[in-house]
């Protein structure tokens, strides 16, 4: 079975410092991670996504991720964080290859950017 | 929004009557997801689809069936609905080539009262 940590239900950050958002990860397999970000009654927009290669990820918006295999992690960041950063925030992993499986999600982290 | 929709995007119905939401995708993606999203528990996934009449389960699929008939339409039923059903459904698509992620609808509002 494969499962996603999101540790922090919020993270509260002050406009224009760096922000980190946390995720762990446990597949069996090579993981395929994706970070997903909703804003309030909407669906979720796709950021960005580690499958192989460089371990830094870039994304949209500015994000990025760096994917951390020993310690099992996916954070997401951001050099300069902005009021409209505020969202919903989501890790999502699947086993990689081929093949229909869905993604199991962490639980979500609140990002609350503060002018 | 990947030309996918949802239908209905709000729905309020009564413990026990059957429930049937839409998903529509425009551009003949093969693979179709059904999850629910709930406060703390992020997205799970009820049952997907890799082609027509194709479908499997996901991890809380009692009490959902879906169907897939034709490539553009993804249907979740619940055949008698319950309170615990409550919660907001997002459907989704996978390209199969040269992606990864997976591209979401705009969900639908489901209220069991």
């Known amino acids: 079975a494969q499962s996603v940590a999101q540790p922090e239900d919020q993270v509260n950050v002050a406009e224009g410092n760096p922000l980190t958002v946390k995720c762990t990860y446990s597949?069996?397999?090579?993981?395929?991670l994706f970070w997903y970000v909703q804003y309030p009654n909407r669906g979720l927009q796709f950021l960005l996504k580690?499958?192989?290669?460089?371990?830094l990820v870039k994304g949209s918006y500015g994000f990025e991720a760096e994917f951390n295999k020993s310690q099992t992690s996916f954070h997401l960041k951001k050099p300069s964080a902005l009021v409209s950063d505020s969202a919903l925030y989501f890790c999502?992993?699947?086993?990689?290859?081929?093949?229909?499986?869905?993604?199991?999600f962490g639980k979500g982290t609140h990002l609350i950017i503060q002018p | 929004d990947a030309g996918i929709t949802q239908s209905p995007r709000h729905k309020v119905t009564e413990t026990g009557t059957p429930v049937t939401l839409r998903c529509h995708q425009t551009?003949?993606?093969?693979?179709m997801y059904w999850y629910r999203q709930d406060p703390g528990h992020g997205l799970r996934l009820i049952h997907y689809?890799?082609?027509?009449?194709?479908?499997d389960k996901g991890e809380v699929s009692d009490g959902y069936s879906v169907s897939r008939s034709k490539t553009e339409d993804f249907l979740l039923t619940l055949e008698s609905a319950t309170s615990s059903q409550t919660s907001v459904y997002f459907c989704?698509?996978?390209?199969?080539?040269?992606?990864?992620?997976?591209?979401f609808g705009p969900g639908t509002r489901l209220t069991v009262l």
């Open positions: 989704a698509i996978r390209p199969v080539l040269g992606y990864n992620e997976q591209f």
């Open positions: 597949v069996s397999g090579n993981p395929y």
């Open positions: 580690y499958i192989t290669g460089d371990n």
């Open positions: 999502a992993v699947r086993v990689g290859g081929g093949g229909a499986d869905g993604l199991t």
């Open positions: 551009e003949n993606h093969r693979y």
């Open positions: 689809s890799y082609g027509v009449k194709d479908t």
